[in-house]
């Protein structure tokens, strides 16, 4: 009975972990007792990959299918009016089929929290500078079983993110910018140490007329060799570049829909395929809005 191995099956996970909560309506503090709700779905079907080299190619096995479904839950509470509570918990629904097989599993994965601190505004407030720290929290077993496909990645993670955002008013349009690190530990039940990775994500967006708006989402991971019994090689590292366009739609004043495609631009050791992104994001309005 054949089975995607380690990295193919971590790879269903990984394509859809990398979700973020909509930075641009969560960029500026919302100041103590503020806070903002985010869901998020996110669908992923593929045959493809990115190879070590950056090619694309079916997956080894034969006829095989990735199918991957994935509900995110972002909540963010403002502490005080610098220092802001942020928590991810994501829930999975992921399919491997080949010809000999039909692998399926649901589950809860990884939980990220996050303290962010909001240093200092820039421009009259309008451009903030914020430092955030992010743990990742393996709160399921790692299943060391070729016939499953695991719902998290079984080691801690911690991130360390310097965040920025301006806004081009009286211009309804925005820019966001995020630049990170990503320690990664050892996977103890694998004896996998993925390795660390440096993050970048921009944003650009703004509105289009009435309660129509866009934005544009570009996001990446470069990772460095991930080793196992601590040998490691030049080809197993981790790449990501996606392009996300994104139509939003302001049902109410603190109601907005989000809807759009991630284009994967470039990658390594990575599946390849368009993920389709449905988000709700939910803030109150502020007063006489």
Known sequence: MSAPGKSARLALVLAVFMAVAGPAAAQWPGGR??????????????????????????????????????????????????????AQVPYFDLHFDDDTQALHNTGVGDVRVSVRYNILGLRGGSIPVSARFTTKIPIVDFPIDRDVIPVGEGQWDYE???????????????????????????????????????TFLAEFG?????????????????????????VSGPNDVREIVFLQPTLT??????????????????????PAGIQWVVGLFHRPPEEGS
């Open 206 to 230: 703004g509105t289009i007329a009435g309660s129509l708006g866009a934005k544009i989402v570009l996001d990446a991971v470069f990772g460095t060799p991930t080793s196992i019994q601590g």
């Open 249 to 270: 739609y302001g049902i109410t004043p603190g109601l907005a829909l989000e809807v759009g495609p991630r284009l994967p631009l470039h990658g390594k050791n990575y």
């Open 33 to 86: 007792g503020g806070y903002w709700v985010k869901t998020s779905v996110y669908h992923h079907r593929t045959s493809e990959q990115f190879l070590y080299d950056g090619s694309r190619r079916d997956f080894f096995q034969p006829n095989a299918e990735s199918r991957s479904t994935a509900f995110f839950l972002d909540v963010t509470y403002g502490v005080t009016d610098r220092l802001d509570l942020w």
């Open 160 to 198: 360390a993110w310097l965040e920025t955002g301006i806004s081009f008013w009286p211009l309804p349009a925005y820019g966001v910018l995020w630049i990170g690190y990503r320690w990664r530990s050892l996977n103890e039940s694998t004896t996998v140490h993925p390795g660390d990775e440096r």
